[in-house]
């Protein structure tokens, strides 16, 4: 596999790679969580998903050896830690008691902005006002979707909002583990995360969520087990590593392709109706991002 990725050629062409694996990966998170929530404590799917992932990456860790981190690593694997084991699962979860998944797929098209934005803030990075201009279009775009699938502007529901600030709280943690993760390994960023958040995790799982239905079904276990194997877990793995090696604002972009993946995986696992709006308004977001990645993308050592 390894040959196979570098005849890629460029660093830039092997982070789209991995970045891509990632997407496709992530892509499912909504419809396996509507699955999962139907039937489960949406705080117990939201936050004790990253207790199985933590067991794993405990696990992996103990298994090689790796070492602890560096002191000065510690900050960004906290902010890593509450923003994409914390903040983008909880938010999400409740988002989708409330909103269908095909529309939360599309809703999040706007996370590559975000993850944009938190690379020039955090990773150093400087888009040009080209690729601004492209991301700012598509940003538009989901919100106009987001309007007439409301009904005008006072039909943005509450559990758009939260999928906004999951949006951000993933953008956050995407750009701090992209950081870290030109230092270190991108699994090892991912497993630290959640090796730390435990104790947290615990506290909250235990105080917060209701009982937990040990008879819910087979589909609803088999969603937050994917959440908790893949979607909290393995993705990172490749995502982190792309990220690292294409650059956050480049690689982030890829996640337009995400509403692709989530609309498809809702008709197929939820038979949830995509029509012709959610399909125009998706492949209006991934053109204008298509269009953003030919810009230049300057980083700041």
Not at 22 to 37: D, E, M, Q, S, Y
Request: proline letters at 4%; one cysteine or more.
């Amino acid at each position: 596999m390894t040959r196979s990725v570098k005849s890629l050629g460029s660093r830039d062409a092997q982070g789209l790679f991995y970045g891509l694996i990632g997407v496709l990966i992530f892509g499912l998170t909504l419809p396996t969580t509507r699955i999962a929530v139907a039937e489960l404590d949406p705080v117990f799917v939201g936050l004790g998903r990253a207790l199985p992932a933590a067991l794993c990456a405990g696990l992996l860790l103990l298994v090689t050896r790796t070492a602890i981190p560096a002191r000065r690593h510690w900050w960004n694997l906290a902010i890593t830690s509450g923003g994409i084991v914390f903040g983008f699962p909880v938010f999400a979860t409740i988002a989708m008691a409330t909103v269908p998944a095909a529309h939360g797929g599309v809703v999040l098209a706007i996370l590559p902005l975000a993850t944009a934005v938190a690379g020039s803030l955090f990773g150093g990075e400087r888009p040009s006002l080209a690729f601004w201009f492209f991301g700012l279009m598509g940003a538009a775009l989901v919100f106009a979707f987001v309007v007439v699938r409301g009904g005008g502007i006072g039909g943005i529901s509450f559990g758009d909002l939260l999928l906004v600030i999951a949006v951000i709280c993933a953008a956050v943690g995407y750009a701090k583990g992209g950081v870290l993760a030109r230092d270190m390994a991108g699994w090892r960023v991912i497993c630290w995360a959640l090796v730390i958040a435990v104790p947290f995790l615990l506290l909250i799982v235990l105080l917060a969520s209701g009982p937990i239905n040990w008879q819910a079904g087979v589909g609803a276990w088999s969603g937050f087990f994917y959440v908790a194997l893949f979607s909290q877990f393995l993705g990172f793995f490749a995502w982190n590593h792309g990220l690292a090696l294409g650059g956050i604002a480049r690689v982030g972009q890829l996640q337009l392709l995400q509403p692709f993946v989530t609309l498809l995986a809702s008709a197929l696992l939820l038979a949830e109706a995509v029509g012709w709006i959610e399909i125009a308004f998706a492949l209006a977001v991934v053109a204008s991002v298509m269009a953003g990645r030919r810009t230049q993308v300057r980083r700041v050592p």
